[in-house]
């Protein structure tokens, strides 16, 4: 009902644009475009109703931290109020600005800043706590009051400490221990869908031959099992496993438990069987194999990956303050042409040693052997332009890029290089597979992730499209003048005018740069500013979503990750374990629970389409 209504409304949208030739501002359908992306993925599906089911929870502490935001708020009201002192004082800036011409905030000196600049009124109040929460701009909304008086301190150190340390983390684990509640139960019913599935194939198969009154159990006949198997469509890899293992088999018959053990190759991934290393008849070239083969001559290569590390970083030391027409480039030159000829000769041995295809069948070796060629083609080009390395080689622009630019290339793809020594690195290696792993499993969160991004991108554009006022334009920002001058910490100031929402990709990146946090109360500021008090709205918003809800969820799962790959580092599982099982029930293999015998023949009985004999 939800699709057929999305796209009525899609259509209805397109035709309204259609009548006005599509010079329209507000289109509906960009918003509403993300759902057909959600409605074809079941795992973002999944992921969705378990975030909907952890809100309650997460409710609950947001009210908490919107109590502890409103009391502060109040307190620091009362607390930095506007004084009669102050009071006088300004009215008497003002008289003596008007009949002498000196600048009245120039009198004002160090007096009642706080409320100035953070507390005047309710909204500006919420706006300084609520990013002190997020300690943005910790220690700048403090340093007023504390300028006058050490005990005003107490008052923010205590507000932080209760809302950040106590009420934020107590918001992730409570995040990590609801979702991850939630997700379970969605894979426990999976796993019981595809074991339900399996028996009611069992017991069709079973129907399909006599079976004695008095016999206890069914059984499926083997024969009868090889002919369905030519028949499905099923992947190829587990068609070959389940048919080698039936043909392996020594009984004719399978009984329930044996039929179910026989589909568990249905949860495997497949295992990557590298090819053999060619066999020579030479003693000379089996020792080289040996070798060239052996993992010492890998290490030996990570140490001249790391020496060539330490050499560019040192050229790089002693150039850092000269101008380009000063530089000689002809040290750097050559120690490149030296180390890409070993990485070369190290990638044609250890071809020579393991052969092509099984060269090229470890992930490492491709990386290695990719670079290393990109890294000869450049270095031949180079040559081609500038001739070999000389004293007085200097960056001189002859071509596309300049040698400098060349060299510069060249040396990032070195630095990039380096990253081979991960693999040899147990406790890098456990970090790296984790990553690699969140990448298989977070697959369901990105997409909500984008989704979301492309939502409040579209909603961002529609609201602040051409509100940011380029700098020229004084009337429109004459608030952040100070005498002339930019006040410090504005967005004028700090030239943020490429974060703007005059396009989808500058909305993006002004939505990370908000998620991120860091200055977003400059974001709040300008854009209150420059389009109406109300936009606070959408940025705080925005920051819920992102940077408290999705980025607690990704620190959930990151831990989980981490955690279940770190247990079954220290009980040191066989290899087969960790490489067939499939990687969402791999994260919760000790808490899932198999189906019973009872659970699964009380469900097939029930089953409208399914009529069982027994």
């Known amino acids: 009902m939800a699709y057929i209504l999305t796209l009525i409304v899609s259509l209805t949208d397109w035709i309204v644009s259609l009548s006005f030739l599509c010079a329209e501002d507000v289109r509906i359908r960009r918003i509403l475009r993300p759902f057909f992306l959600l409605q074809n993925s079941s795992m973002m599906k999944k992921t969705l109703k378990s975030i909907n089911s952890t809100l309650p929870e997460m409710a609950s502490v947001v009210l908490l931290l919107a109590v502890h935001l409103s009391l502060f708020t109040m307190f620091a009201m009362l607390l930095f109020a506007r004084t009669k002192l102050f ?24 007096q009642d800043k706080e409320w100035v600049g953070y507390f005047r009124n309710l909204p500006d109040s919420l706006t300084s706590l609520l990013v002190l929460l997020t300690t943005a701009n910790n220690p700048d909304v403090m340093i007023p009051a504390y300028s006058k008086n050490r005990a005003y301190s107490i008052f923010f150190i205590l507000f932080t400490v209760l809302g950040n340390l106590f009420l934020m983390n107590l918001l992730t684990a409570i995040i990590y221990n609801q979702f991850r509640g939630y997700l379970l139960k969605s894979v426990q019913s999976s796993l019981f869908r595809r074991r339900l599935g399996i028996r009611a194939a069992f017991e069709v198969l079973s129907s399909l031959k006599e ?93 001249v990956a790391l020496a060539n590390i330490i050499s560019i970083c040192v050229v790089l030391v002693m150039d850092a303050d000269k101008q380009p027409s000063e530089r000689d480039d002809f040290f750097l030159g050559a120690i490149n042409c030296f180390f890409i000829l070993y990485y070369l000769l190290e990638m044609l041995l250890k071809i020579l040693a393991l052969g092509l295809k099984r060269y090229l069948s470890y992930p490492s070796n491709r990386f290695d052997g990719l670079l290393t060629v990109i890294l000869l083609v450049l ?114 100031q700090l030239e943020y005018w490429p974060n703007n929402f005059d396009d989808f990709a500058a909305a993006v ?12 109360q400059v974001f709040l500021e300008a854009f209150s500013r420059y389009s109406s008090p109300w936009a606070k ?34 009980h040191r599982e066989p290899l087969s374990d960790i490489e067939y099982q499939r990687t969402v029930e791999l994260m919760f293999r000790d808490v899932l629970e198999e189906p019973t015998e009872e659970e699964l023949m009380e469900k097939l009985h029930q089953h409208p389409h399914l009529q069982l004999c027994r």
């Open 509 to 520: 990146v002004t939505l990370w740069d908000v998620m991120v946090v860091n200055n977003w």
């Open 211 to 303: 079976t004695p009154a008095n016999a206890q159990q069914s059984y499926v006949s083997v024969g009868a099992l090889l002919q369905v198997l030519q028949k499905v469509e099923m992947d190829c890899r587990c068609k070959q496993a389940i048919t080698r293992s039936l043909k392996m088999c020594s009984c004719d018959q399978l009984s329930a438990t044996q039929f179910q053990k026989l589909f568990e190759e249905l949860d495997k991934d497949a295992i990557k069987q590298h090819p053999p290393s060619p066999e020579y008849q030479s003693n000379f070239m089996q020792k080289m194999q040996f070798a060239f083969g052996h993992a010492y001559f890998g290490y030996l290569g990570n140490v």
């Open 87 to 110: 009071a006088k004082f300004s009215f008497f800036c003002v008289f003596l600005s008007s009949n002498t011409g000196i600048p009245g905030h120039s009198l004002d000196g160090q």
């Open 379 to 492: 270095e031949i080009a180079t040559f081609a332009v500038y001739g070999f390395p000389h004293p007085g080689w200097r960056p001189e622009f002859m071509g596309l890029l300049s040698l400098w630019d060349m060299v510069r290339l060249v040396n990032m793809l070195i630095v990039f290089r380096f990253l081979r020594i991960i693999p040899n690195m147990k406790f890098m290696a456990l970090v790296v597979t984790t990553l690699l792993d969140l990448v298989k499993n977070l697959r369901a969160f990105a997409g909500i992730l984008v989704v979301v991004f492309y939502a409040f991108a579209i909603t961002g554009i529609m609201l602040f499209k051409g509100a940011v006022v380029p700098l020229g334009n004084i009337s429109a920002v004459n608030t952040t003048y100070d005498n002339g001058t930019l006040q410090c910490g504005t967005y004028e």
């Open 537 to 570: 709205i959408y940025f705080v918003v925005w920051w819920l979503i992102s940077s408290v809800i999705w980025v607690n969820l990704f620190v959930a799962l990151l831990l989980e990750n981490f955690i279940h790959k770190w247990d079954r580092r220290c």
